[in-house]
């Protein structure tokens, strides 16, 4: 572990705007441009009220900033703020992929491809644009026309990112997953939308290692009895039996002329998928103009992105941060498609691949950025002059790694912190150019974002934890669930417990200031005696002690009204093939702990060591289902092996389960 390293307190500011901010970011100069057009706002926080207060303004000048191109101007923005069933930009007719060219000059690099499979490459927007033109009428040639579905089971290559564009030039619907997605969990995303062309690969390299996955193609394919065609991309040196190649369909439309569908602002643009741990995978539709204006919005103004700037953000098709990685094009900044392992050969690959690339803004989730503290990683001979955002989400980071990150990357490079999720395929809430970040507290809701924490009553909560909602429409909220014909399906997964108020399921502390903690799904809540603690507060102790790897806590409620059992489980730097009580030391550091920076009360009553910490494939811990597997659960049942980061990492939690029942039953008597 780095030595010497001076970690912040919660809230200390731990990077500063510079003093001429207003005038080099992008939403400074968006402030100004608003000014010009008398809407005079002071700063972040008055923007972000004028943004939650007047929708239909702020939307629009979205729209307009961004020279949004539509074939048909819509009649109006927002002509009812009713959710769901919100309708933005009725009469709108405009694509999604039109707007990935014309940002950046035509020879700008677009895209730089990394892979373990094959050699760097890279590709120009002029060079995607004709790819993204051959594969569109090689498509249609198929038979691929307006509201028919493509789905692809493949690595973060090129060849998915020409597909998907290729198939929103037709006005055609995308669903995509990632080819490391076993044969049950691929087709029971893929096969919701019935695809009428699947574009896969026979396997890849994961590292050194090869992996061969054309049993499990050939499987997905038998599932999915709706697919009248196969295109194989021919990655590396594996081929997939009875497929046309992706080399054969391009070949006969290399000069076909780029054309793009006008669609209505909600057409369907893609399907993303729910995790799919603890039921089966919500099939998420997002819409053209959602996603475009959301993104423009999100990467310009959150990250400060545009032409002659690089996105690196390492992620797979399966999460909603290839949508968002993807979306760079359409503010003119170069993207980073990188597959395999993203720590082979070493954790400082990543940072040196950033480098070469002259990446300006950096995803880096909080587990990669604790793995690199952890081991020492130093980055003095790196030069990271270029970058200046460093982003991260999906957990919250821990103290030491905001100090990790200023120690390594300089008080210049500013740390991102947002969250939000696949439902709206953005943030929620997130830092920004113009607001100091402060180490464990996120500046506040996204603009356009009416984000509150609400108690059980539906009222505000200021400084204690409550649920995390949205109560003004946004653009990117889901333009329905697919197959959800009368829309009880979305109505139920978020607008169940306040009517006409989207329930996002985190749980959130919101500051008087707007600052606010996300602490946790609102399921998975710790409440002990009245205190209620979210689960990323629990790790952020913990995985700082010296030794342990990872962790993870689910509180067992007592149905006859007790505490209950606070169990937490840990997974070790030395690895374990069984569960077992962790020693009497280990479980005395660890009590004082917690006692210590969070509370008596949530001194665990069992710590046990395990062999993995169960994970899904985008690295969310599972508390919910391992609560559900230690209430007697079926492993098999409440999560598909096909979703888990470790296929068996559940499997120990079973014989655990035994004890549970036995002091439930010794608690009866």
């Known amino acids: 572990m780095t030595t010497g390293l001076r970690v912040p307190a919660l809230g200390d500011v731990v990077w500063t705007p510079s003093e001429d901010a207003r005038a080099t970011t992008r939403l400074g100069r968006f402030l100004t441009w608003l000014a010009e057009r008398d809407v005079v706002l002071d700063d972040v926080g008055d923007l972000h009220r ?33 959710m769901p069933g919100t309708r933005w930009f009725p009469g709108a007719a405009l694509n999604y992929a039109e707007h990935a060219f014309g940002v950046a000059p035509a020879d700008a690099v677009a895209v730089h491809a990394r892979s373990q499979t094959r050699p760097a490459s890279t590709l120009t927007f002029g060079e995607l644009e004709q790819q993204v033109a051959a594969c569109r009428a090689a498509l249609a040639a198929l038979g691929v026309g307006r509201g028919d579905r493509v789905a692809a089971y493949l690595p973060n290559v090129p060849e998915a990112l020409v597909g998907f564009l290729a198939t929103a030039a037709l006005g055609a619907v995308w669903a995509g997953c990632a080819l490391e997605l076993g044969p049950s969990g691929a087709a029971d995303r893929l096969g919701q939308v019935e695809p009428t062309v699947l574009l896969t690969a026979g396997g890849y390299d994961y590292g050194p290692k090869p992996v061969d996955r054309s049993s499990e193609v050939a499987e997905v394919r038998r599932r999915i009895p709706s697919l009248r065609h196969v295109v194989d991309v021919e990655y590396g040196d594996w081929r997939v039996d009875d497929a046309l190649a992706w080399s054969t369909l391009l070949a006969g439309h290399t000069d076909a002329e780029p054309t793009y569908e006008p669609v ?4 369907p643009l893609t399907v993303l998928f729910s995790s799919g741990t603890t039921s089966k995978p919500k099939p998420i539709v997002h819409g053209h103009g959602g996603i475009l204006l ?60 950033a480098a070469e690339v002259g990446a300006t803004t950096m995803g880096a989730s909080p587990g990669f950025v604790g793995a690199c503290l952890k081991a020492g990683l130093t980055l003095e001979d790196v030069d990271l002059s270029r970058l200046r955002v460093l982003g991260s989400a999906g957990a919250p980071m821990p103290l030491p790694g905001f100090a990790w ?13 947002g969250s939000g999720g696949t439902d709206v395929c953005s943030g929620l809430v997130q830092d920004n150019p113009l607001t100091p970040t402060r180490a464990g507290v996120i500046a506040g809701p996204c603009l356009g974002v009416d984000v509150h924490a609400w108690d059980e009553q539906g009222h505000d909560v200021v400084g204690s934890p409550g ?34 108020v989207w329930r996002h399921g985190d749980w959130i502390v919101m500051g008087a200031d707007q600052g606010c903690q996300v602490t946790g799904r609102s399921d998975a809540t710790l409440n002990r005696g009245g205190v209620r603690l979210g689960t990323s507060e629990f790790y952020g102790v913990v995985e700082q002690l010296d030794g342990i790897a990872d962790s993870l806590v689910v509180h067992l409620d007592d149905p006859e009204g007790g505490n209950g059992e606070l169990w937490l489980f840990v997974e070790l730097d030395e690895p374990t093939a069984e569960p077992h009580p962790a020693d009497p030391g280990l479980a005395r550091t660890v009590a004082s702990t917690l006692r210590r920076e969070l509370s008596p009360r949530h001194v665990p009553d069992r710590l046990v060591v395990v062999p993995h910490v169960p994970r899904n494939l985008t690295g969310k811990k599972l508390e919910v289902p391992v609560k559900r597997v230690l209430l007697g659960g079926d492993p098999d049942v409440v999560a598909s092996r096909d979703t888990l980061a470790v296929a068996d990492s559940l499997d120990a939690f079973v014989g655990l389960r035994r004890a549970t029942a036995e002091r439930a039953a010794g608690g009866a008597r």
């Open 50 to 82: 004028w943004s939650v207060g007047h929708p239909e303004a702020f939307w629009q000048s979205i729209w307009d900033h961004f020279g949004v191109r539509a074939r048909h101007a819509p009649t109006e923005v927002l002509p009812d703020r009713t």
């Open 467 to 500: 649920e995390l909602v949205v109560t003004t429409p946004m653009p990117s909220m889901p333009v329905g669930l697919w197959g959800d014909e009368d829309g009880s399906r979305l109505r139920a997964s978020y607008f169940d417990t306040w009517p006409g």
């Open 264 to 267: 209505g602002f909600d057409h």
């Open 294 to 353: 959301e993104h423009l919005k999100n990467h310009a103004l959150s990250w400060d992105l545009g032409p002659g700037d690089c996105l690196l953000w390492f992620t797979t098709t399966s999460w909603m941060m290839w949508s968002s990685l993807v979306s760079g094009l359409h503010v003119g900044a170069a993207i980073v498609m990188i597959d395999g392992n993203p720590v082979s050969p070493d954790l400082g690959w990543q940072w040196r691949l």
């Open 405 to 417: 990150l200023r120690e390594q990357l300089g008080p210049g490079v500013q740390p991102c912190i």
